[in-house]
């Protein structure tokens, strides 16, 4: 269920089940009761969930219609998705801009998604703002204007999403598979629509299906956060109890299962250094009582790092540098997708093992420890959808629209732990065969990679006969900071709301404890800490963590290395000792570095793939003099290819006697939590072994041009120096400067986007070391607007230079940072991480909600001398990539 919910690059955030059909009489309104959720039928059928949950100061509100892609006609493919741009562009109460205006204003987030069997409206507002929240996903649902020059300016923003995606391998290969799978069908075409169908969408088109389609039967409201439930009914009522149904909602039907008649292999070669495979096979929709078994059986074979084929071809093997396997369940069909990405030279091995596998497949393979291991992390990624008040309102709405409320919750959690074997080998026969299998690949350039001998490979090995079987208020306690051996720290936060611990520890360090000519030195470092102790190797420890639902992971940044954990309290006992281990007797066994520096060689190629990895990547290269913040921070293939199993021990013996700050965040024992941390900092920290950490110092070069052939859009980024972290009062007024310019109702968007059309995304982001940071303006283009863009960009900035911010510019950008706070710690893993990193750079815990604070009296005169000060188009640092 949890796959079902947030699987293949977020395209199922929920589905839309049909009401009936029949317009629903005047009655009475129905309220039941489910668990702890209030559930509500108006009278013209739209149904309303209410769920009150207090522990974060926020309300998220969702209004989901039954009306996606799949809904659509072949000839105007990408009409609803078109939609959910023009809502943001005008309704009959507000002008274009003022819905993102008015909610960003309050300090909430919004935005809309469209998927094959749905769109949704969502907001996540402060909760003393919720009627506001109702009121704008009402009017952006039904009262949408379509303005002819507003949608003629915003069609070409989808054609440059468009595009974008095109440049992206993960995009354009599902879209591969998803007209192989799915021809004939209306989940044939990409969700985005083609470029000729965009291009012919006109206002009275989409009144037209919105007339069609948005009638209140088949639409859900969930409001989940510090509500009260009775007035958010009661609101609901008044805004949505009068919308009136137009027609008849015919149910949908399943699709029958399409017939691959494979195997069907399809290769498209462009500007890629890796190859992409995607393999699927057609399985039945969302509602099909098999879709516990399936996930089941894909989360053994390849779901995660313990599994089958994970074990078989990227850590024994090595042929791949990565693969997984995840059902996708739709409304009326799903399919099974294997995914990898690999060397073109790999190719041939791999996929005739991977057909040997196939072929010879019996879920005897799978111990009963395994088995268990599968279902415990099922389970458990289903728990921890309810850590956020989005990933609740996406789950609660799961359940009540597709199955029986959230009664459907223990239904497929009975039916998981009654999946066997035999069941999972009866799945396997019925729809992992090779005559149903289509498989895209994305090759470099004459790769030798040929269609009918993968094919001709296929048939030989894999015959088609059938084989032989075989919630509460948040009780949060009072934080407090523990002084430990040797100069370190452990700072306690409290937080019992789930049965859950986060920790993190945090050495000052990092990159610049690395030498130049061994740029990647830190991040494999990172990399292979976790991959093997003096008592337990590689696979024996990622099945332990699959064992307990835990997950431990290193990182390196440019001035900081971290370690980090995240488990169900009540492994404690067994995650800690593991967690000591790692940190005190890491075993850098040679073959785990000899993969880790296989990997990364193969993210940086990955990485150099797009654009946006190949930009960003580069920046800081291009705009600093000095390590560490000069280095590429994965290092290259030729830096990273040289480093030693030697050469990790080395960096991690100095890294280790920095001391720490250790953060712990959830429901834990204070004492065993410091018990643990006293023994760390007793063996490792040397309170003389201080960093210091460097300046900034700017490169003089001011412009930088990299290509990405064959790629469709051209991306810009301006750059300009502005002070760091330790000068509080200017971060305030950078924070809310960058607040201003980005969003969707930002100075950015309104001109760039909104007003020319320049591109889908336009945007303003802050980073900041203690000492120094940089401000940038990004914009993904077409490449002849490339001028008009940096001409935009100094417009913009001109406009902050001349003039004061106006008030009510000044008013949303300190709401969205209020906004942002909150929206952005609701994990205990986000919240451990802030106070252990602030520490460790020698700031407060608080120093971020401080700088909320000062944001609040920041004035339009010192956003106005800010921009004068630091923000000079003549001075800026340009990196541009072009296709």
């Known amino acids: 269920m949890a796959k079902r919910l947030f699987a293949l690059a977020g395209l199922l955030l929920m589905f839309i089940a049909t009401n009936s059909g029949a317009t629903p009489k005047a009655e009475a309104a129905q309220q039941t009761q489910q668990a702890d959720s209030h559930v509500v039928k108006l009278e013209n059928g739209l149904t309303v969930l209410v769920k009150q949950d207090k522990r974060f100061p926020l309300v998220n509100i969702r209004l989901y219609v039954h009306a996606g892609s799949a809904y659509e006609d072949p000839g105007q493919a990408g009409i609803s998705h078109q939609l959910e741009h023009m809502v943001f562009k005008g309704t009959d109460k507000r002008a274009p801009g003022q819905t993102a205006l008015d909610i960003e204003s309050v300090g909430g987030s919004l935005n809309a998604a469209t998927s094959f069997d749905y769109t949704v409206y969502y907001v996540e507002v402060p909760d003393d703002q919720w009627q506001l929240g109702m009121d704008v996903v009402s009017d952006m649902a039904f009262n949408a204007k379509i303005d002819p020059d507003e949608l003629a300016s915003e069609r070409k923003v989808v054609l440059a999403e468009l595009e974008r995606g095109e440049d992206t391998p993960s995009s354009r290969l599902f879209k591969t598979i998803q007209g192989m799978i799915w021809k004939g069908t209306s989940y044939e075409w990409p969700i985005i629509g083609y470029r000729d169908t965009v291009k012919s969408l006109t206002s009275k088109k989409i009144h037209d299906y919105i007339n069609t389609f948005y009638q209140p039967q088949s639409m859900l409201l969930t409001i989940v956060g510090n509500v009260d439930v009775d007035k958010a009914i009661a609101e609901a009522k008044r805004l949505l109890g009068p919308k009136r149904n137009t027609r008849d909602i015919i149910p949908t039907k399943p699709f029958a299962l399409p017939q691959v008649h494979g195997p069907a292999v399809k290769v498209v070669e462009g500007k890629w250094n890796k190859v992409y495979l995607g393999a699927a096979f057609p399985i039945p929709d969302l509602k099909a009582a098999q879709n516990a078994g399936l996930e089941m059986l894909a989360q053994l074979l390849c779901g995660d790092e313990t599994s089958y084929l994970y074990r078989k071809f990227k850590y024994e093997k090595r042929l791949v540098d990565n693969i997984g396997m995840s059902p996708m369940s739709l409304e009326r069909s799903g399919f099974m997708y294997i995914h990898a990405t690999l060397d073109a030279d790999k190719v041939q091995e791999f996929w005739k093992e991977l057909m040997q596998e196939m072929a010879a497949f019996t879920p005897s393979v799978f111990s009963d420890r395994e088995i268990e291991r599968a279902r415990l992390n099922l389970e458990d990624s289903l728990f921890l959808s309810k850590e956020t008040l989005s990933g609740l309102a996406a789950k609660l709405g799961f359940f009540q629209l597709f199955e029986d409320g959230e009664q459907s919750e223990q239904n497929y959690l009975f039916a998981l732990n009654h999946v066997d074997r035999k069941e999972m080998g009866q799945l396997f026969s019925r729809y992992i065969r090779p005559d149903q299998l289509a498989t895209a690949i994305l090759a470099p350039e004459n790769s030798g990679i040929k269609e009918d001998k993968l094919s001709g490979q296929t048939k030989a090995i ?112 067994k995650v800690l000792p593991l967690l000591k281990e790692m940190a005190l007797s890491p075993s850098w066994d040679k073959e785990e570095v000899d993969r880790a520096r296989q990997d990364q060689i193969a993210s940086i190629k990955r990485r150099e793939d797009q654009p946006l990895g190949l930009m960003f990547r580069h920046l800081f290269p291009f705009l600093f003099a000095d390590a560490p913040y000069s280095y590429l921070s994965d290092g290259t293939p030729a830096s990273v290819a040289a480093i030693t199993a030697a050469d990790a021990r080395k960096f991690w013996e100095k890294q280790r006697t920095r001391p720490f700050t250790m953060a712990v965040v959830g429901d834990f024992d204070a004492k065993n939590i410091e018990d643990f941390a006293k023994a760390v900092a007793t063996a490792h920290s040397d309170p003389s072994n201080n960093y210091a950490f460097p300046k900034l110092r700017w490169n003089t070069a ?182």
Do not use: C
């Not at 945090?506 to 690395?514: L, P």
């Open 462 to 573: 894999w015959k088609t006969e059938k084989r032989a079987e075989q919630e509460s208020d948040t009780d949060t306690g009072i934080s407090k900071t523990v002084s430990l051996p040797n100069g370190s720290k452990l700072i306690l936060m409290p937080d019992t709301t789930l049965p859950y611990t986060a920790l993190s520890m945090y050495w000052a360090g990092g990159e610049g404890d690395v030498p130049a000519s061994k740029q990647g030195l830190a991040a494999l470092s990172a990399s292979v800490l976790t991959r093997g102790t003096a008592s337990m190797n590689a696979t024996e420890i990622e099945d332990f963590l699959s064992d307990h639902a835990a997950s431990i992971g290193a990182s390196a940044g440019r001035t900081t290395f971290a370690l980090e954990a995240k488990y169900p309290s009540r492994f404690s006992g």
């Open 702 to 883: 001011r412009e930088k041009d990299m290509s990405l052939p064959e790629r469709n859009q051209a991306h810009i980024v301006m750059s300009f120096p502005v002070p760091g972290k330790s000068d509080l009062e200017t971060s305030a007024q950078l924070a809310v400067l960058k607040a201003a310019l980005a969003g969707q109702s930002g100075l950015l968007f309104r001109d760039m986007r909104d007003k020319q059309g320049l591109g889908y995304t336009v945007t303003s982001f802050l980073w900041q070391a203690r000492e120094g940071g940089l401000m940038a303006l990004y914009i993904g283009t077409s490449p002849d607007k490339v001028d008009q863009a940096l001409k935009g960009f100094k417009t913009v900035l001109k406009e902050l230079e001349l003039d004061p911010l106006p008030q009510k510019e000044l008013d949303r950008a300190k709401s969205i940072l209020k906004g942002e706070y909150y929206q952005e710690h609701q994990s205990l893993l986000s919240r451990s991480r802030e106070a252990a990193l602030l520490t460790t750079l020698g700031f407060d815990t608080d120093h971020e909600r401080m700088l909320i604070e000062k944001a609040q009296s920041v004035t339009p005169q010192q956003i106005q001398k800010l921009a004068r000060t630091y923000l000079n188009a003549d001075k800026a640092y340009l990196m541009k990539v072009l296709p």
